[in-house]
């Protein structure tokens, strides 16, 4: 069967960067190798929207996450964790993980972060040293205004740093790392940059190298300072997936970042429109453009609208913790097209039809067909 991959990570790799990966092994130390290392950092420094220096690691996501707590707090420090989420309450257990204190502010799934309520947690914690937060809260679609709570911070919060996961955000929306005054950046391999799981990629500014250096908490793989020391890898770099990641990053500035956020956007509306047309509820208040989630109707399980989408060879999300069987979630985001949304939305719709959902059976895929043929 023909498999298509709509899930918010893996997603799919193009053929051009798998056949990169594919090629012989190459020796991490050799001046070949040192020399790709050096260019996918300057590369990625333009996806970040960024000049601070960029680590590699050979991780999933979770791992610069993990880096960006263990490197940066010291045993009973305060964070501030915003939880709207299960990746956001990711940051909340790995802050408490290294023994820090995290002051979790936390919204209902599918709301979004208000800087005003950052700002009053601030304005009552005077030592609180860092922000953590998603761009993109992947298990409710959820863009965070990251944008307005970066300035918020830097206009009355200078010293306190702004770490930002945006793991299903780089690559797919318009995140200005350094204009946001972001300190710590993070994204992953398996998402927007359409390659395997297996690198992590932090942007680190020198305000948070400074408060690294003062930083006397356990680590020793996710070694941040070390990594910059190092250049190609302190350890053995993936080698494979930096090649892919080099070809990757290529691929996304020749299609040009505006051109990128442009068709996310318009994958994102489609998607969206598509699912409104169907009578389907929209789970976030702020959708992000890298994926949508919505309700499946009443009485319906999701995880049935899920498996039979599988059965045509179709893979997209189901919900996580309590929205387990109530949302489904499509992704966008990396190597997507118009067609891919098309070919999703009209299996959806088959899927809602076999369940016995039929009012409205046909109008989804007419609206994104709209949207594309009109653009
Ligand atoms: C926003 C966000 N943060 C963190 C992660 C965790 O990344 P990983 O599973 O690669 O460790 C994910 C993965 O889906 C994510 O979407």
Redesign the pocket.
Known sequence: MKRYLLT??PTPVPEDIALLMAKPMIHHRTSEFKNIFAETVQLAKSIFQTRNDVVIFAS???GA?EAAVSNVLNENEKAITINAGK?GE?WTKLVRAFGANPIELSYEYGDYAKPEDIKKVLDNNGDVKAVYI?A???STATYHPIDEIGLMLKEYYPDVLFVV?G??AYGAIDVKTDDWGIDIAIT?S?KALMLP?GLSLLAISDKAKDKIKNTKNRYYYFDILGEIDAGAGKFTPAVSLVIGLNGAFKRLLDEGLENVFRRHALLSKATQEACKALGLELLSRRPANSLTAAYAPQNIDSSKIIGIMRDYGVEISNGQGHLKGKIFRIAHLGYFDKADILMGISTLEIALRKLGVNAAFGEGIKRAMEIFADE
């Open positions: 918010p990570g999933s996501g979770s996450m990746f990711r998603q993109s809260e992947t996961d793991i299903t992953g398996q799981p």
